[in-house]
């Protein structure tokens, strides 16, 4: 039965992510799995609920700002180089991986191409919050896990435009692609570039008011450039993002993280849930169980993939080999990026060859094994080297969470 109600709706899915946070704190679990598992199966009551997706929307957009407000841009300009070393390094194993794991399940050329993109982009929102849950943003491997994130997000505005352009001509479409990347660079150098010129004008801008009128301003803040960031064709949660890297460079930082935070949380949870709402198999579960083997060989490629990441990273920078898997095992998860190459090959010749059911199942898959693989990272680890020495409930190196649940992120 469908709940036509949008209020009864949202009340529905409030106490769906009540009880499958009680679940999930009880199988200790990371939370973005079980939001998303339990959205992909309320999906028949709920249906296709647009305020549900607004509302989602800007939960990626204020999970990217927290993210971004704990970043340091000066010390992120000054690592420009290791951002993007990490960044390339990512992009030339997992995306060639991605189109050869396509033409092995016998897709064509422009399938494969997606699939490159599929496979190569991590879940930028399924990995923070499992960073923040986990209190691992003072781990020695998280700055880097966050390098290869920007670049990823940066990247995929890119892969975007290029899949766009073959969905509509049915042929590679170059310029577009080079015309979105232009924008996006374009909008992230201006910004910056207010955030170190004019902190101050910042500061007036956002300064403390009484009552509700500094949350007011500062959510106005937020959502102008989210909203412009769309305009330009890039998403939402760069724009975001942008956002706190601006606040970052003023004195109101922490203030402004303990504003919002607590909406930053609700709005998160609805975005997974609304993920998982999106998720669906045409032809029912069978479909699903048919499909299940060449995700599983997706899922396992996928993973050595971002293991090889870690190693090559963390050689690199001089991380101990602990710290190397985990930062593997924590860029495992995929999520929001490959669901929207994957609707996108459904306007491809031929409807892309089955690829969006396969990228679902694929995706809600790599969500609950990656959230896994960060979870117990360090138990694996130990086990591979010489046993299970950890005890319950630890994890070596895991940081302090400050103002907003997020220091460090």
Not at 133 to 159: G, K, W
Not at 310 to 333: C, I, K, Q
Request: charged share 10%.
């Amino acid at each position: 039965m469908l709940i036509g109600d949008p209020l009864l709706q949202v009340g529905f899915l409030f106490f769906v992510l009540f009880a499958g946070g009680l679940l999930a704190h009880r199988l200790r679990q990371s939370l973005a799995p079980i939001y998303i598992l339990a959205g992909l199966l309320v999906h028949p009551l709920v249906g296709d609920a647009e305020v549900i997706g607004l509302l989602s929307t800007l939960g990626v957009v204020l999970l990217m700002f927290m993210i971004g407000l704990q970043f340091s841009l000066p010390n992120l300009l000054a690592r420009r180089r290791a951002i993007v070393g990490a960044g390339v390094f990512d992009l030339a194993v997992n995306f060639p991986l991605g189109c050869a794991l396509g033409w092995l399940l016998g897709y064509g050329a422009l399938e494969s191409l997606l699939w490159g993109g599929i496979v190569y982009a991590s879940s930028s929102a399924i990995i923070c919050k499992s960073v923040i849950d986990l209190r691992r943003s003072a781990n020695p491997e998280t700055e880097h896990v966050l390098s290869v994130l920007v670049f990823e997000d940066l990247a995929m505005a890119l892969l975007v435009a290029l899949f766009s352009g073959i969905a509509t001509s049915g042929s590679l479409e170059w310029w577009g692609a080079g015309l979105s990347m232009l924008k996006a660079l374009v909008f992230c150098t201006v910004l910056i570039g207010v955030a170190v010129y004019r902190s101050g004008f910042l500061e007036r801008l956002l300064s403390p008011r009484p009552g509700e009128l500094g949350l007011l301003v500062v959510f106005s803040f937020i959502l102008v450039l989210a909203s412009l960031s769309a305009r330009l064709g890039l998403s939402e949660a760069l724009g975001g993002f942008l956002a706190g890297l601006m606040v970052s460079t003023t004195r109101l930082r922490v203030e402004i993280a303990e504003m919002i935070s607590p909406f930053q949380q609700l709005f998160a949870a609805l975005f997974f849930v609304s993920f998982g709402l999106s998720i669906r198999f045409q032809e029912g579960w069978g479909a699903a169980l048919a499909l299940a083997p060449a995700a599983l060989l997706l899922v396992g490629f996928s993973a050595l993939g971002k293991l090889a990441v870690g190693g090559g990273v963390g050689l690199v920078h001089g991380l101990s080999a602990r710290a190397s898997v985990r930062m593997g095992m924590t860029l495992t998860p995929r999520g929001e990026f490959s669901v929207v190459l994957a609707g996108l090959a459904a306007a491809f010749p031929g409807g892309g060859g089955g690829t969006p059911a396969l990228a679902a199942l694929y995706v809600l898959l790599m969500s609950v094994v990656g959230a896994w693989l960060m979870r117990d990272s360090d138990r694996l680890y130990a086990l591979a080297t010489g046993g299970w020495r950890l005890p319950p409930g630890r994890s070596p190196g895991r940081g302090a969470v400050s103002a907003g649940g997020v220091a460090g992120v």
